[in-house]
Nanobody, 125 residues
Framework: QLHVVESGGGLVQPGGSMRLSCVGS????????MAWFRQAPGKEREGVSC???????HYVDSVKGRFTISRDNAKNTVYLQMNSLKVEDTAVYYC???????????????????WGQGTQVTVTS
């Protein structure tokens, strides 16, 4: 059974950086497409970035050039490096395993996805 746990959230000032980690268990991360989603208060959950088993990546337009997704298969871990953070990046960030990693974030979710519990990222001065 796929299981993922996020870590690395917290409080940061606008313009700052933060790295989120997502550790997988119960599966070999190499073979799965992984993604980060986020949900801000009062808003729907949205796809932020995904990475497929070959290392190909996609990003939602609002984070392109600022966020970088990567994976360390030896550690069964996916990372989200977030730079130049903005107040509007404030949200609960969720890691997901077994997504459909294609260009349109609206199609990343499928019935077999495994979600983490989420980690809060707050960008505030």
């Amino acid at each position: 059974q796929l299981h993922v746990v996020e870590s690395g959230g917290g409080l940061v000032q606008p313009g700052g950086s933060m790295r989120l980690s997502c550790v997988g268990s119960g599966f070999t991360l190499d073979y799965y497409a992984m993604a980060w989603f986020r949900q801000a208060p009062g808003k729907e959950r949205e796809g932020v970035s995904c990475i497929n088993s070959r290392g190909g990546t996609h990003y939602v337009d609002s984070v392109k050039g600022r966020f970088t997704i990567s994976r360390d298969n030896a550690k069964n871990t996916v990372y989200l490096q977030m730079n130049s953070l903005k107040v509007e990046d404030t949200a609960v960030y969720y890691c997901a395993a077994n997504v459909e990693c294609i260009a349109d974030p609206g199609y990343w979710i499928n019935a077999d996805i495994a979600w983490g519990q989420g980690t809060q990222v707050t960008v505030t001065s």
